[in-house]
């Protein structure tokens, strides 16, 4: 896999410097897409008897699709229930619509589980069990990803939204529910920050089968599922994004849309769908998300991994930029073995209040760039974000809390991320 390089892999530095002079060799397409927009852990909701639903926008049109689910808890919790469903316009947000724009709840399919979590390939028929219990965390930094049986999509409503699919998904548990939490930016209305629509619902009792009974309350920040996977007849790319609040910026205007969504939306095409996996939530150590980040790289095989190589809640020290960036590095490698490049995030210009370690953060800005004059994609957030001030701290357009960027900020990011993106995915 050889791609042509300039002198230097620095993505932000110069414009002068570009990341690649030239289309080189593109990543494997796969149509096997994983998608995972929020930035938060399954978490306790607060009652029983919940159908939770929300609605997806997907980068292209799926033939099967199938939910993926997790315990993060150390009690077991049990799904009794599941649905998806196409629809052609956002309409509610919870109800399929058809072609003509007309509610269709027979578009609804339920969701089994026959493979009780595992791996499988997509079958004809349908399957027969539609309840599934998931265990408790086990010992270990990682819970395990569980997924649902392929469901066929047998008939999707004609789209006008260049090849991409709204996909509506109900989950039901008649006890504890346990939701993956994040932000939308809520009423049906287009995320500013990745142009997509997105909506969360709740609703007393099980909305997963006929009659498909739905009594909604908004609940943009609760989702349905951890993630979903779909395939597609066009091939395309996952990419996934690991780190911190950094790389999430769950504190942008949609809320999901921190530089790694932003920068997948940009680079996708109907001709090349790029779909986003958030594997970055506030407040993590690095020990942590890159843990995560290996085990979803294994369970999704993602084609491109956008992996922070240092975090602020990680030693600020020497030792501790070092151990961070040796875990990146090693993070990369394990996803080469699997076919997937890595874009490597520095460190972000986050210690203007705390001088005392600013050389810290310094000793890692200049190894990372170090790795890219070497030949590793690496996203100079600093350079794109940072005033240039000892220390380095963000310019005001940037700036949302001296700690995090705001959206001019991830927009800026997420350009000068693209560019690299349409590198290893061989755009012109």
Known sequence: M???RRRSLLLGASASIAPFGGAGAAVPRSTRLSFRPQNGPFVDANSPNLTYGGLYELESQPLWVRLFYTNEMPTPWRVHGAAI???SAFHDGYTPVDARGSPAP????RVTFDASGRDSAPAAGGGNVFAFDIGARKTGPVPQLLFSDW??????PASNRDGRCL?????????LMRTAIGRHFGSGTIDPGIGRLQAGFWSPGDGTQAPWSFEPT???????TYGLQYMTAIPGVTIIGIGDSILSSMHSAGGVSGPGYRASVLVSTPAQPVSYVNQAFIGRKSADFLARGMADIEALRPQIAVIQAWTQADPWTDAGSDATCDAALALTEFAAARNCLSVLVGPAPVFAAHPEAEPARQHSLVRLRQLAEAGKPVLDVDAIWGSGAVPNAYQARYDLDHTHPNDAGCGAAARVLALALRGLIGQA
């Open 151 to 156: 469901v066929r999509v047998d008939r999707p």
């Open 2 to 4: 050889t791609i042509t």
């Open 167 to 175: 996909l509506l998904v109900r989950t039901y548990a008649a006890g």
């Open 106 to 109: 027979d578009l609804w399919q």
């Open 85 to 87: 469903a196409v629809t």
């Open 218 to 224: 908004r609940m943009d920040q609760f989702y349905p």
